[in-house]
């Protein structure tokens, strides 16, 4: 079992930057692939991130390739999306999902999700 807790979103201006944490909580998180989606208002969910499970391999949507870094830290159970270059169009809540297998791109790749955490980006 694996329960994931999101924070570090806020409200801010074009341009900014802001850093998500997800903090786990249970011993099978080390072993599991860290995804990130995000739910814009009015949209379906989309994906954002992922990363295997010992940060060796990640994955971006191309919308944020070049802006958002994934990383983890298994020693803290906590995995983070570092957002730069925010844009109004990055206005979402954004979620973080996990599972013990290897990092997918869609959303029924994994098992264990948080509650999400809402980003603004003001134009």
């Known amino acids: 079992q694996v329960q994931l807790v999101e924070s570090g979103g806020g409200l801010v201006q074009a341009g900014d930057s802001l850093r998500l944490s997800c903090v786990a909580s249970g011993r099978t998180f080390s072993s599991c692939s860290v995804g990130w989606f995000r739910q814009r208002p009015g949209k379906e969910q989309e994906f954002v991130a992922a990363?295997?499970?010992?940060?060796?391999?990640?994955y971006y949507a191309d919308s944020v390739k070049g802006r958002f870094t994934i990383s983890r830290d298994n020693a803290k159970n906590t995995g983070y999306l570092q957002m730069n270059s925010l844009k109004p169009e990055d206005t979402a809540v954004y979620y973080c999902?996990?599972?013990?297998?290897?990092?997918?791109?869609?959303?029924?790749?994994?098992?264990?999700w948080g509650q999400g955490t809402q980003v603004t980006v003001s134009s």
């Open positions: 990363i295997n499970w010992n940060g060796g391999n990640t």
């Open positions: 999902a996990a599972d013990p297998s290897r990092y997918s791109t869609v959303a029924s790749g994994y098992t264990y």
